[in-house]
């Protein structure tokens, strides 16, 4: 099951298939504390599965990233892990913890989801969030809802085990 992005907007659900789908774990410090920045890196096909005329006339699919922050990462012993985060832009780090990109780059507000580490570098994700409608980045559109499902390949993962 390689997995699906839905973009519920204004006027209706688009739906695409997940491409590529990428985890990726490095140590990091977050305040003078350090951490482990896990995130997941999607790109999916160029055909949607679902789609409505103002958007597939500009040719464009969306890609999605989604950064987690832990204290510790052991792959053996990782448990289901639910999680919110209000915000996609970080402030202390200055970058997009959770954005998806169709035309512009944007965060994604309102998180939460769920992570399950399935065994032999794969993770299921399963994300919500809201942001801009994907074609009126004026906020004259009600906001788009993202939801994001699907398996992501962490190929360097025995180094987490």
Do not use: C
């Given at each position: 099951m390689?997995?699906?992005?839905?973009?519920i907007r204004?006027?209706?659900?688009e739906?695409h298939?997940?491409?590529?789908?990428?985890a990726?774990a490095?140590r990091?410090e977050?305040?003078?504390?350090?951490?482990?920045?896990?995130?997941?890196?999607?790109?999916?096909?160029?055909?949607?599965l679902?789609?409505?005329p103002d958007?597939d006339?500009l040719?464009?699919?969306?890609?999605a990233e989604?950064?987690i922050?832990?204290?510790?990462l052991?792959?053996?012993?990782f448990?289901?892990l639910?999680?919110?985060l209000a915000?996609?832009?970080?402030e202390n780090?200055r970058?997009?913890d959770?954005?998806?990109?169709?035309?512009?780059?944007?965060?994604?507000?309102d998180?939460r989801?769920?992570?399950e580490?399935?065994?032999n570098?794969?993770?299921?994700v399963?994300w919500t969030g809201?942001?801009?409608?994907?074609?009126y980045?004026?906020?004259?559109k009600?906001?788009t809802?993202?939801?994001?499902?699907?398996?992501?390949t962490?190929?360097k993962y025995?180094?987490w085990?």
């Amino acid at each position: 099951m390689p997995g699906t992005i839905t973009l519920i907007r204004y006027n209706g659900t688009e739906k695409h298939a997940l491409a590529e789908s990428n985890a990726f774990a490095t140590r990091t410090e977050v305040n003078g504390k350090p951490q482990i920045m896990l995130w997941f890196e999607t790109e999916t096909e160029t055909e949607p599965l679902q789609d409505f005329p103002d958007s597939d006339e500009l040719l464009s699919n969306p890609d999605a990233e989604l950064t987690i922050y832990l204290d510790t990462l052991k792959l053996n012993e990782f448990a289901p892990l639910e999680f919110t985060l209000a915000r996609g832009y970080n402030e202390n780090s200055r970058s997009l913890d959770a954005r998806l990109y169709y035309f512009e780059h944007q965060e994604v507000n309102d998180n939460r989801g769920r992570i399950e580490y399935r065994g032999n570098g794969v993770f299921y994700v399963y994300w919500t969030g809201t942001t801009m409608d994907v074609n009126y980045y004026d906020g004259s559109k009600p906001d788009t809802r993202l939801e994001l499902e699907g398996e992501f390949t962490m190929e360097k993962y025995v180094e987490w085990l």
